[in-house]
């Protein structure tokens, strides 16, 4: 199996870069939004790869104490996928997702990412073999899996900018000039250009998440997390990051988003994956899963979430 070259000028935040379809990616120079196309992505076509998945999941089980949250998950998400993951509260999304990036380390199971499981095995006699992660891997996966959160999670001292900046200091080491001139790209990318000195006190909720998209996008992710990214934001204000992640979409980003926005999801997903019972219950197309459920436990949670239109 071929694969990308794991050298440091995968971490290069500066120039154009490229997608695994060898597409030029505009998220370093990305244009803002408003000059994004309106035109609705394709729920059909997902780039398909002749390289593998970006991410492979095998078999992931996450419990906590005796409540088994996650009981033997498999997915592959190929370059470009747009997976929305649907589940009634409690079923695992988040979990699910945090276990993707190693905020939750899985009990079972392994995470491939772009060819390489995460963690190294360890077998002691007699015991079934387990999976052990050091901090500095698990940091690189976090950079390039990235993760937006329903509570936006932006330092309350920082400003918009400083938000932005910090993991590119942080973490990538970047002299502060080279990451202003990144967080200043990546804040306009987002609309909000206008809003690099405000502090998340001064922000809408719909502000403070388009921030925080920004500072995913700044660590080059390869593939974008969204836990329910607008459950926490006042109705009117939903839309102006639905935008954004839409735009993101049509730049080819990989993502899987949690989200209740069953009419958003129609119209941007690739395939939509149905959490129950800690197993992906149903999955399919936008249209399968969402107009023509097969099973009752997939109908019964649509029927509860009819409020939508599509
Ligand atoms: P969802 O995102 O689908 O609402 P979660 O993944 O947040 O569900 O939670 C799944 C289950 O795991 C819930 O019962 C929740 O209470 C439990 N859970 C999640 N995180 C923890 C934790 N850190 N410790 C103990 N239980 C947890
Ligand atoms: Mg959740």
Redesign the pocket.
Known sequence: MQRRDDGPSRQAPSGPRHNRAGQRTSSAHGPSLNAMPASPVDPRTSKSDPIGPLLRVRGLVKR??D?D?LRGIDLDVMPGDRIAIL?A????????LRCLNFMELPDAGTVELDGRIVGREVRVRNEPARRVHDEAELTRVRQRVGMVFQQFNLFPHMTALGNVMEGLRTVRGQRAAEARARAERELARVGLADKADAYPARLSGGQKQRVAIARALAMDPEVLLFDEPTSALDPELVGEVLRVIRSLAEEGCTMLL?THELGFAYHVASRVLFIAEGTIHEQGTPDQILRHPQRPRTQAFLERHREFDF
């Not at 409690?90 to 979990?95: D, E, F, I, L």
Request: hydrophobic share 30%.
């Open positions: 906590f104490g409540h949250v589940g509260s409690g079923s695992g999304k988040s979990t699910f949690v």
